[in-house]
């Protein structure tokens, strides 16, 4: 059995629930900037994930947009170690040991607040601050 579906037949009632609200604030165009800004609307498709218990919006990149709150936003896996979360989380729980490759990469996702938090985070550790391009926040 995949651990994916986009079956409707697979949805419990919550599922369903969960994925009339997606569809309702998708509809609606209740998503954060970060979620207008990265996800592409194109082969937009409901996905649970059975083992997770998650249901959520995809498309055809495999981007995906959850609730975070009460809007949807962006939930990211990082490409190197895999961690899993909103890039608020992912700052703020998994930075400072991240990967560098991971670090840079969630750079993208990153406001102007949350990139000073980032330089914040890295402390005196200069060199991987200049790497990074943190040094004007």
């Known amino acids: ?7 409707l037949q697979d949805f419990g009632k919550i599922e369903l ?10 509809g609606a165009g209740n ?17 649970f994930n059975r083992n ?3 249901v959520f919006l995809t498309n055809e990149d495999y981007t995906v ?3 975070n709150d009460e809007k949807l936003d962006l939930f990211l896996t990082s490409p190197y170690e895999g961690h899993e979360g909103f890039a608020d989380e992912l700052l703020n729980d998994y930075f400072q040991g991240m990967h560098p ?11 102007e607040e949350q990139k000073a938090k980032a330089k914040e985070l ?8 200049s790497e990074l391009e943190l040094s004007d926040y």
């Open 1 to 7: 059995m995949e651990v994916t579906t986009t079956d």
């Open 17 to 26: 629930a969960e994925a009339r609200g997606l569809l309702n604030s998708y």
């Open 31 to 47: 998503i954060t900037e970060l979620g207008k800004e990265f996800f592409r609307d194109e082969k937009v498709t409901i996905m």
């Open 52 to 54: 997770s218990g998650y």
């Open 65 to 67: 947009l959850m609730f």
């Open 101 to 111: 490759e991971d670090q840079e990469w969630l750079l993208q996702y990153l406001d």
């Open 122 to 129: 890295l402390g005196d550790n200069e060199e991987r601050i």
